[in-house]
């Protein structure tokens, strides 16, 4: 069984980042269209509708988190290995110059380019979405539970922040390093 804090802090994090991953889709629909696109791992006629599908899907995903007693985690997982599949997929290929659509700037042009790197970041995700199905103890919460919540959501946020950071620096210095081919 796993402290509730814990289930209330994945909760939260993964409520904020499905919500911010949704914004920052629909702010930059055609940019993500594009995205979509160039990943060619669906029939273009529809990628218009998974392009408006796949943000929806994640505001309604960090919503569900956000609401105590629903944990998502089923959803959250499929979605998940989906995006991973489709980064996997292009690094097989050796499609590493496109965008991951998965960034959270003003636009999809900041993303990140496709590496490994992602994949073990999305691997994390899904593992963390799967330890949320797992029961809740029952115990009192009380007000140092609250600033522990608080302190370790700021940590939470912090480190992925520094574990996307990392990620960028990472496929830049690899585009850095290999000479210039396209395997389109």
Same mark, same amino acid.
């Given at each position: 069984?796993?402290?509730?804090?814990?289930?209330?802090?994945? /909760?939260?994090? #993964?409520?904020?980042? #499905?919500?911010?991953?949704?914004?920052?889709?629909?702010?930059?629909?055609?940019?993500?269209?594009?995205?979509?696109?160039?990943?060619?791992?669906?029939?273009?006629?529809?990628?218009?509708?998974?392009?408006?599908?796949?943000?929806?899907?994640?505001?309604?995903?960090?919503?569900?988190?956000?609401?105590?007693?629903?944990?998502?985690?089923?959803?959250?997982?499929?979605?998940?290995?989906?995006?991973?599949? +489709?980064?996997?997929?292009?690094?097989?290929?050796?499609?590493?110059?496109?965008?991951? +659509?998965?960034? #959270? +700037?003003?636009?999809?042009?900041?993303?990140?380019?496709? /590496?490994?790197?992602?994949?073990?970041?999305?691997?994390?995700?899904?593992?963390?979405?799967?330890?949320?199905?797992?029961?809740?103890?029952?115990?009192?919460? +009380?007000?140092?539970?609250?600033?522990?919540?608080?302190?370790?959501?700021?940590?939470?946020?912090?480190? #992925?922040?520094?574990?996307?950071?990392?990620?960028?620096?990472?496929?830049?210095?690899?585009?850095?390093?290999?000479?210039?081919?396209?395997?389109?």
């Amino acid at each position: 069984m796993l402290d509730p804090i814990i289930i209330t802090l994945m /909760s939260i994090s #993964f409520g904020l980042m #499905f919500a911010l991953a949704s914004v920052h889709k629909l702010r930059a629909l055609d940019n993500f269209r594009a995205v979509l696109a160039d990943y060619r791992v669906m029939p273009a006629l529809i990628v218009p509708v998974v392009a408006i599908g796949l943000p929806a899907l994640e505001a309604v995903l960090g919503l569900a988190w956000l609401f105590p007693g629903i944990k998502p985690w089923l959803p959250t997982v499929a979605l998940l290995v989906l995006y991973t599949s +489709g980064i996997a997929i292009n690094l097989l290929r050796g499609r590493v110059h496109i965008s991951c +659509g998965c960034g #959270f +700037g003003a636009s999809t042009e900041t993303d990140d380019a496709l /590496s490994w790197g992602l994949v073990i970041r999305n691997v994390i995700l899904i593992s963390a979405a799967l330890v949320t199905s797992m029961p809740a103890a029952i115990r009192a919460v +009380g007000i140092l539970d609250y600033v522990i919540l608080v302190v370790a959501l700021i940590a939470i946020v912090l480190l #992925f922040a520094a574990g996307n950071q990392l990620i960028r620096n990472m496929a830049a210095i690899n585009t850095w390093r290999r000479p210039v081919t396209h395997h389109d």
